[in-house]
């Protein structure tokens, strides 16, 4: 029976790469690429083939695999695996580069900054400080070739081939045998004098101070080039000199050297080996440290290194937000880093964590992730949106805090591409109905109303029919006038979604009615939405063949392309309003009809980053409604920026309730003038019945029954006597300071509406009423009690003391 002998190699768990080898230290190891079998995981391997007659080289390199093999540091090539058989040593290692073929590659990329060079020569430093002055090694062989390079930038510390003991009782020094290393020998071991070196790390820093000349200036020609510093930076060059000088006991122990360049005003004194320092002994640090480091970190990453931060920075991140409670502090140096990753490992890194962020009660990580979702968005799936994400994002709609609602809405525009039917056509729908209907604050409200004339091409037929007109007409009739404008230009953003039955008999006299608004601005928007609408009934009327043409869009299925432009047309509401909300509100939480104008300059189609401030609109004599750039600048405010982050959240929960004591429901007032209901609702609950778009609230509400006409206040004239074709002497006045006039009137004073009638002064008179009543029966009551009283005393007379009572 025949045994067949099994090949080590062949069963070792590593494979070489077919690429050619890239060298590998002076002598006999070859360093190839390999990866791991298992996983494909890339892997160095150095390889030694053993020859016949060369039993010293292979000596040194069984030395080399052992010592390898048994010393761990973090600045010391990792050790993963190794095969040792009659015919070769393969030493397996982390994936790693050669110092000279790194520096050669990122030369012609642009070159290493010194910051990468200061924090390299740190790490080469640190080893061999560990091994002098904890392990008592002399390393022997520094140079460039015994220097590799990590994915992350990390160097390491190889070439352990001629290594020897410091105490002398693993004999002398090996001998090497290889000329171009004896050229990095310390001049006492090279000229044969036979001087002693008086230090342990004498000639291992001597090989140090050759491996900094050849980092800055190229390979080292000769021992007297050391002379000349050559590139070596201003603030390294004494500490250069130090190294390089005759005299062995003035060179210093490598810990003293650190020291030294870590002085300030040191080579190594630098953002980034303090941060390197950090995330090494981040696990030993206080959570306040951490904190304050995560919060810094964001503002140096542009200076690092790509691929430190990617294999660096990022473990670290996800590792904190993790295990460590890092919190929302991690967000932002997180999505930073997520920059240089691609698109599958952005996935495998970014998302999983990103999603369950969304799950956190935290709001400062809810309220950073709303703000920066157009960062990741493009890496979610539909899927994922739906069931981990919108779930999570919608109950922002509900909550107390006013910034986390706004900013909710604006997530909107980015979540609403990647809803499903139910998610999009019902559930956003309701929230943005409750909103627009009954939220305290007119920003918000405006920005609900803008949202959705953005997103309103992604919703179905019957949705968009159902919605849109009675969504914008209702915001037609809100105080604050941002919102009204936000809902002419919802009309003209969506003009191709109507029919024309509907754009003559609900638009237009919807339009028609702000012809007359006290703000100037929603009367300018008002007159281009009628003309626009205006032209195009004419266009149909005169070629009634266009019809079919003009409301193609109306039946259509959703169609995402129109949201470019809904969005160039009405960006500027989302950017000027938006980003002064926190603002306003915090300034003038109850004053919402009396808020600055609509901002006039749209913003980029399809971004929500918001504009500074707004700036009042100019008239044109545009007759078309779509998006022109008006002839006013936008001012840039940079106070009025969107600052999250510094806004005091604790203060406009406190003015919260003050806001809904004062301001008044308008949405409910109209509803109620309209059928005549006697609902009192509650806005602070905001789940009250939004089962069904019939309830009280929704959206086909908003306008279908106008109230009627008030009549005009005393002394105004008709239009007839206007001169509408002339000039207006100035005498005269403003023909619309009446109608300013009149409507700051119907605002309280209007008999049809809910929210203006007296109700507290007449609870007041009824309780008052019942507490007068109450009062004169008790002294009635007492009257008779006294008088009765009397009675009895004046019958029995006084009674003696002493005496008992009897019946």
Known sequence: MWFFARDPVRDFPFELSPDPPEGGPPGPWVLHRGRKKATGSPVSIFVYDVKPGADEQTQVAKAAFKRLKTLRHPNILAYIDGLETDKCLHVVTEAVTPLGMYLKERAEAGGLKELELSWGLHQIVKALSFLVNDCSLIHNNICMAAVFVDRAGEWKLGGLDYMYSAQGNGGGPPRKGVPELEQYDPPELADGSGRAVREKWSADMWRLGCLIWEVFNGPLPRAAALRNPG????????????????????????????????????????????????????????????????????????????????????PQLLTAFEFGNAGAVVLTPLFKVGKFLN????????????????????????????????????????????????????????????????????????????????????????HFARLQAKDEQGPIRCNTTVCLGKIGSYLNASTRHRVLTSAFSRATKDPFAPSRVAGVLGFAATHNLYSMNDCAHKILPVLCGLTVDPEKSVRDQAFKAIRS??????????????????????????????????????????????????????????????????????????????????????????GHWETQEESTDTVEDSNTADRWDDED??????????????????????????????????????????????????WEQGWQE???????????????????????????????????????????????????????????????????????????????MEAKRAEKK?????????????D
């Open 231 to 314: 590139k070596i930076p201003k603030s390294l060059v004494p500490h250069y000199c130090e190294l390089v000088g005759a005299n062995p006991k003035v060179r210093p122990n490598p810990a003293r050297f650190l020291q030294n360049c870590r002085a300030p005003g040191g080579f190594m004194n630098n953002r980034f080996v303090e941060t390197n320092l950090f995330l090494e002994e981040i696990q030993i640090k206080e959570p306040a440290e951490k904190q304050k480091f995560f919060q810094e970190l964001s503002k140096s990453l542009d200076s690092f290194p790509e691929d430190f931060c990617r294999h660096r920075v990022l």
């Open 343 to 430: 698109a599958e490992e952005y996935q495998q890194k970014i998302i999983p964590v990103v999603v369950k962020m969304f799950s956190s009660t935290d709001r400062a990580m809810r309220i950073r992730l709303l703000q920066q979702m157009e960062q990741f968005i493009q890496y979610l799936d539909e899927p994922t949106v739906n069931t981990q994400i919108f779930p999570h994002v919608v109950h922002g709609f509900l909550d107390t805090n006013p910034a986390i609602r706004e900013q909710t809405v604006k997530s909107m525009l980015l979540l609403a591409p990647k809803l499903n039917e139910a998610n999009l056509n019902v559930e956003l729908m309701k």
């Open 533 to 622: 609408f205006l032209s195009k009934l004419e266009s149909v009327s005169e070629d009634p063949t266009q019809l079919a043409e003009v409301e193609k869009d109306v039946h259509a299925a959703s169609s995402p392309g129109m949201g470019g432009a809904a969005a160039s047309w009405a960006g500027w509401a989302v950017t000027g309003v938006s980003s002064l909300t926190s603002k306003l509100i915090r300034a003038h939480p109850t004053a919402a009809p009396a808020e600055p104008n609509i901002p006039q300059r749209p913003t980029p189609e399809g971004l929500p980053a918001l504009a500074p401030t707004l700036v009042p609109a100019t008239s044109t004599t545009s």
């Open 649 to 698: 959240w604790g203060s406009l929960e406190q003015e919260a309730e003050s806001v809904l004591a004062q301001q008044e429901d308008w949405s409910i007032g109209g509803q109620a003038s309209r059928g005549g209901q006697t609902s009192n609702v509650d806005p602070k609950s905001p789940e009250s019945d939004w089962s069904s778009w019939e309830a009280e609230g929704s």
């Open 706 to 784: 106008p109230s009627p006409p008030e009549p005009p206040p005393e002394g105004t004239r008709p239009a007839s006597e206007y001169n509408w074709g002339g000039s207006e002497p100035s005498d005269k006045g403003d023909p619309f300071a009446a109608m300013s006039a009149r409507r700051e009137a119907g605002i309280q004073l209007r008999p049809d509406s809910w929210g203006d009638d007296n109700w507290e002064g007449l609870e007041t008179e009824s309780r008052q009423g019942k507490a007068e009543l109450a009062r004169k029966k008790r002294e009635e009551r007492r009257r008779e």
């Open 794 to 806: 004046a019958a029995k007379g006084p009674m003696k003391l002493g005496t008992r009572k009897l």
